[in-house]
């Protein structure tokens, strides 16, 4: 921080200046706080989802294995180039706690298509199996999309607290100590100066009426 003339202006420029700081690094231990209890929350949030999935893919590769051995795997692949999983995908913004994460929202289709009516139950339970899949991958994807930049903004969060608290709040009071220590300085000089004009006035004073 640059050295400042030691005035009474400056004095009081830097004391608002600490106050400032000081809530500064309130508030933002009350946000990293926050946002380390929200980021344990989607912590567990993120290691179901992932076991949500990898429950969701063994289901519909099996589901897949047994559509293929009993309705064929040429009538499995038509099917499927048929029949969406996903009707619409969209990705928004949400805020949580200042900090902007993406969101998919995802449209699913309902119920079986018309060219599945004709198909065998595996097809039909593949089909299910794998638009399940799907949705395990959008929860997965949400979670640990906001877990990264609930992680980004705690690592942002701690390091401006310690910014102020290690350098602009002691480089602050530092100022202030030495604008103090000039400013205390000066005033006894002025103290001891006026002494000094006032111990030559009444030398003066007393010679003048001595010679009277």
């Known amino acids: 921080m640059a050295e400042t003339s030691p005035t009474r202006m400056?004095?009081?420029?830097?004391r608002s200046q600490l106050v400032l700081a000081l809530r500064g690094v309130d508030l933002l231990q009350k946000k990293r706080d926050a946002l380390v209890k929200e980021f344990l929350s989607l912590v567990h949030e993120t290691i179901e989802a992932r076991k949500q999935l990898h429950a969701a893919s063994r289901q519909a590769h099996k589901a897949?294995?047994?559509?293929?051995?009993?309705?064929?795997?040429?009538?499995?692949?038509?099917?499927?180039?048929?029949?969406?999983?996903?009707s619409d995908v969209q990705a928004s913004v949400e805020n949580l706690w200042g900090t902007r994460v993406p969101r998919l929202t995802v449209a699913w289709?309902?119920?079986?298509?018309?060219?599945?009516?004709?198909a065998q139950r595996q097809t039909i339970a593949a089909q299910s199996a794998f638009r399940a899949l799907s949705r395990a991958l959008v929860q997965v994807a949400n979670t640990e999309s906001?877990?990264?930049?609930m992680g980004e903004e705690i690592k942002k969060t701690a390091r401006r607290v310690n910014a102020l608290e290690m350098a602009v709040i002691p480089g602050i009071?530092?100022?202030?100590?030495?604008?103090?220590?000039?400013?205390?300085?000066?005033e006894q000089e002025d103290i001891f100066r006026l002494?000094?004009?006032?111990?030559?006035?009444?030398?003066?004073?007393?010679?003048?009426?001595?010679?009277a």
Not at 64 to 84: N, Y
Not at 146 to 149: A, E, H, K, Q, Y
Not at 195 to 211: D, F, L, N
């Open 10 to 14: 400056n004095l009081l420029t830097r």
């Open 64 to 86: 897949l294995l047994l559509a293929k051995s009993f309705d064929g795997p040429e009538a499995v692949e038509v099917f499927s180039r048929s029949v969406p999983v996903l």
């Open 109 to 118: 289709p309902r119920g079986v298509t018309t060219s599945l009516v004709a």
């Open 146 to 149: 906001r877990l990264r930049r």
């Open 173 to 186: 009071r530092s100022q202030i100590h030495h604008i103090q220590e000039v400013l205390d300085q000066h």
């Open 195 to 211: 002494k000094r004009i006032k111990t030559k006035i009444e030398r003066v004073s007393h010679g003048a009426t001595q010679g």
